[in-house]
């Protein structure tokens, strides 16, 4: 069970095992120990995998040397994490199972011990992820004066005010929902937060059951002003003895029971939350027009079967069992866990503006060649990517003072006359949907590729995808059956010596907001291959043009799988020669198993290979025979680490990739992704440089080691080991103190 649980089916002895067996066959057929049988069992499982990942952002949160607000931030995206990972990977392993459709994951486990060990893990660590709020991070913010209390907590002056707040904004919005052979169970929307309620007729002592929501649209946790007017967060003020004090909004709602029911006693109420399945199956070769095909799946997507409840601990037994059987849930699904449910609302608690309690603020830089000081008047982008090609690093170089003017000067630019842009997640009020929108009304030719089946930000696409549309940008939907998941932005500008192309390729969305918390990379330029390529890759996203050939990218579903493994064996090649050869990869997630095998044959032949991954890791690293050279670290900290770099020794001669793709099959298979050559030499050693330095034994870090994942944080002598982004932060700083 404890093998099954680490996501598993084979110990690493075993695989060693069969590997020692498979080169004494192949020893007989003369074939060298690299072309040997590999493995059963050599994969780790991916959904498991991911609950290590989310493991380790609990750890981020249980970690006593990041700020306190930092810890309550990171508790709410461990729970937000789980959310999403229950409503679609869950949800779907769920439905492929009933419909008889599941198969044995590439792992060797059986869909049914997954769904077993996701359950068993999923229960530890949110149970773990619970009491960590309420036994460290809890007391530890009570210390620093921001108090989550209990109604019986609060002084008579604060349960006053929140008498005026209940009234004045609660009560209004509140439906109860009772439940009698007049009143069906009521539908319970994915993710609400609600009140079960029993009630008693006082004149014929029957019990009653009824179910009240917590409204969605009110902060998770109340603080509130003498006249009973609910603070944002941004404007609490610690009060005269220095305490801040936030209630949970359903314990509001609670002692307010009876004015919901009058005439009825409350004989009890526990908080129950439901998790639906909420993954969208759209079926593009049937649907005659995909936005109104998505339009409809959104709205069949609330009413997805439930697939775990949530429940306080203390429910009674008969409410416990009435919701199971109207949700039609098992006891398998059902968490019990302390109040209060749903730590997602903790992010209200990290906006406070108690900046001491927060990472220190960093302040992103303008990146090196389109300002070398930093000043106010703007760059011209135009003469600065013509100069040389510009490697961005987000967010340690600043998105709005590099692609966010890019576009924009562009849409200004009376010579430009054409955008074509990729867009996979944005904000309706981006900046860059502003210049696309400005540049069409100018009269330029805009293409927008729109993916409008970007996950959970469906409905945010299609409602700026329309206003795309009515400003006169051509918006197209992409390739039937792929997504468009790649990061480009071609300009064609007319000069005097004719039409040039100038390009960005990153590996982050076109989002101005999370590119402030994402790390990631892009390349501006204007070099003509590139110009070439993208020109070929945007007639191919919005017109035909399969037999798509390219200069400097490896675009999938074609080429970006076939090219990495064709790069592997080509180390393998150089090593056997005794020409300097290693693999360096960094990425968010790895699970395709012919790259995979590929990464084995290499560690089989002695070529080092070294893997940064953020999330998902179906690789096994340090398997005797297997893959003994193989390293694998993840790095999690206040960004997100996000791009995808991919780095071959190439005989002493390092050549280096970036772009969009993960390693996983429905990158390689089932999307648009397009990774980009370096071409400069200084950029080049700068990305191996970072890979190095993120693998470093000196770089506090999370090692992939045969029996899981551990945390390397301090070295021997028990001193902090350094923060990859830290450092980063500080080399940005110190690059503007020189510029000065």
């Not at 937000?80 to 949800?91: I, K, Q």
């Not at 562009?410 to 949907?433: C, F, H």
């Not at 390009?503 to 204007?526: F, I, M, Q, S, W």
């Not at 944080?713 to 080991?721: I, N």
Request: with cysteine; aromatic share 6%; hydrophobic share 40%.
């Amino acid at each position: 069970m404890a093998r099954v649980l680490s996501g598993v089916s084979a110990s690493s002895a075993s695989l060693t095992r069969q590997v020692e067996e498979a080169e004494a066959e192949a020893a007989q057929e003369d074939l060298p120990p690299w072309e040997a049988d590999l493995p059963e069992g050599r994969f780790a499982d991916r959904e498991l995998s991911w609950l290590a990942f989310n493991e380790r952002v609990l750890e981020q949160a249980e970690d006593q040397d990041v700020p306190i607000l930092e810890r309550a931030w990171f508790l709410a995206i461990f729970a937000s994490n789980l959310d999403e990972f229950y409503m679609v990977r869950v949800a779907g392993l769920k439905r492929r199972i009933a419909t008889g459709m599941a198969v044995t994951a590439a792992s060797g486990l059986s869909p049914r011990q997954v769904l077993d060990a996701l359950s068993h893990r999923a229960k530890e660590l949110a149970d773990r992820h619970a009491r960590v709020f309420a036994e460290d991070v809890q007391p530890k913010l009570a210390d620093e004066g921001i108090q989550l209390l209990h109604w019986d907590e609060l002084s008579e002056s604060e349960q006053e005010r929140l008498h005026k707040f209940f009234r004045k904004q609660i009560f209004p919005v509140l439906t109860p929902l009772a439940v009698d052979p007049a009143h069906p169970f009521p539908y319970i929307s994915g993710l609400s937060l609600n009140l079960a309620v029993l009630v008693r007729n006082p004149n014929t002592g029957k019990e009653h059951f009824a179910r009240v929501k917590v409204p969605p649209l009110l902060p998770r946790f109340i603080a509130v002003d003498s006249e009973g007017r609910p603070y944002r967060p941004e404007d609490v003020p610690a009060d005269a003895g220095g305490r801040t004090s936030f209630v949970p909004l359903e314990e509001i709602i609670a002692h307010h029971l009876d004015t919901l029911f009058p005439g009825m006693e409350i004989v009890e109420h526990h908080t129950f939350r439901v998790t639906r399945n909420e993954d969208v199956e759209v079926e593009e070769d049937d649907a005659e027009n995909l936005l109104k095909a998505l339009e409809k799946e959104l709205m069949r997507r609330r009413f997805g079967p439930a697939v775990r409840l949530e429940v306080a601990e203390g429910i009674s037994p008969h409410v416990l069992d009435l919701l199971k059987r109207e949700l039609g849930v098992v006891d398998q699904e059902v968490f019990h866990l302390a109040a209060p449910l749903d730590l997602t609302g903790l992010n209200v608690i990290h906006d406070l503006d108690r900046p001491a309690l927060k990472y220190p603020k960093f302040v992103p830089v303008t990146a090196q060649g389109l300002a070398e000081v930093e000043s106010a008047s703007p760059t011209d982008f135009f003469a600065a990517i013509r100069e040389r090609d510009i490697l961005l690093h987000h967010p340690y170089d600043s998105f709005s003072t590099s692609v966010q003017q890019f576009i924009s000067q562009a849409a200004a630019d009376p010579r430009v006359l054409a955008i074509k842009q990729t867009l996979y997640r944005t904000s309706g009020d981006s900046p860059i949907v502003d210049a696309l929108i400005d540049a069409a009304r100018a009269g330029k030719q805009v293409l927008a590729i729109v993916e409008i089946k970007a996950r959970f930000d469906e409905a945010a696409n299609i409602t700026w995808a329309r206003k795309l549309e009515q400003a006169g940008v051509h918006v197209v939907y992409g390739i039937v059956g792929l997504k468009t998941h790649a990061k480009l932005c071609l300009v064609v500008r007319q000069e005097q010596e004719g039409l040039r192309r100038y390009c960005h390729v990153g590996t982050g969305n076109y989002h101005p907001k999370t590119a402030r918390g994402y790390e990631d990379l892009g390349l501006l330029t204007c070099d003509r291959d590139v110009g070439q390529d993208l020109t070929r890759l945007f007639n191919q996203l919005s017109g035909y043009a399969p037999r798509t050939r390219f200069h400097r990218l490896l675009v999938a579903p074609r080429s970006v799988r076939s090219g990495l493994i064709e790069r592997i064996e080509r180390e393998i090649v150089n090593h056997r020669e005794g020409r300097p050869a290693w693999v360096k990869f960094k990425m968010n997630s790895i699970v395709d198993e012919k790259i995979i095998d590929a990464l084995y044959r290499a560690s089989q032949a002695g070529v080092p290979v070294d893997i940064v991954v953020r999330g998902i890791c179906a690789l096994r690293a340090g398997v005797p025979g297997l893959s003994e050279n193989i390293r694998v670290r993840s790095i999690l900290g206040r960004f997100l680490e996000h791009a995808r770099i991919f780095a071959f020794g190439n005989g002493g001669d390092p050549e280096v990739w970036i772009g969009s793709a993960d390693l996983m099959h429905r990158n390689l298979d089932r999307r648009v992704e397009a990774l980009i050559r370096i071409a400069d030499q200084g950029q080049i050693d700068f990305l191996v440089e970072l890979l190095e330095t993120s693998m470093a034994d000196s770089t506090s870090t999370w090692h992939l080691e045969r029996d899981g994942w551990h945390r390397v944080s301090h070295g021997e002598d028990g001193e902090r080991l350094e923060d990859l982004q830290e450092m980063l932060m500080a080399r940005a700083r110190r690059r503007v103190v020189a510029s000065r």
